[in-house]
């Protein structure tokens, strides 16, 4: 099947001035952000800009397609602090409009997150990236300093296996003796493993990367590794998986330095 590629702003990383930026930013919200007059008054101040891809979510699932994806917005100030807002767009309404939302905490663009996330039909993706009260990984990949503590569901682990691997378009999918491992699973669990992005002309490019860990029968784990980017000619947003982490960063690495 094939999708209509989501719309996207052209204008979300050419703009000439912080100021500009902040005032097109504030814009596409369309209502107004919870953001106060005193947090405004400081980034009209600020000297730099930058704009990061910090997720990119989407559903391949027969029927529409549902997409989200979060950015984060830096404004460098003269005093040398980093204040940040974090932006919200999706197209889960009723109405298919490519939404944009803006917040100035972590928190309630969690809660945002996941309130959209439910949408898509279920929240596996949002427990990957954690509690809000966690902290959020590093915008850029690097490798865990504490292991997080894996959370298995108990229901449907082949179901999610099919889907998995039915969604991604790598011709170097796993093996069948891997498939057949993780089709026995009792138990799943996601977690966000990093991600990487940069400019490419007038656009964020990047992807980012899941681990799908599977508790097999004997009590054995076994992890699949999903890189979700939109680094393709069509800028059409894709899925990949493989059986080693390793192999799977070194993949998104390379298409992500030969645009």
Known sequence: MTYPEPTMPRDDFNDRTPSDHLDGLLARAGRPAPVTAALLARLRTAIVHRTELVSN??????????????????????????????????????????????????????????????????????????????????LHFAPSVTRRRRRYEAANSADHAVRLLRRAVNPDLPGETVRLRVLSAVGHDIAFAGNNSRMIEERCAGWTLYEHAFLLPGGEEISLWEVDHSMTPDRHPVCEVYDRRDTARDSAERRLESL
Do not use: C, K, M, N
């Open 57 to 138: 979510r989407y559903s391949r699932e027969p029927g529409r397609l549902l997409s989200r994806r979060t950015l984060r917005h830096d404004f460098l100030l003269p005093d040398g602090t980093t204040p940040v807002l974090w932006e919200l767009e999706h197209d889960t309404g009723p109405r298919e409009h490519l939404v944009h939302e803006v917040f100035a905490d972590e928190p309630a663009l969690l809660s945002a997150e996941l309130a959209v996330d439910i949408r898509f039909g279920d929240l596996e993706h949002s427990r990957a990236l954690g509690d809000p009260q966690e902290s959020r990984p590093d």
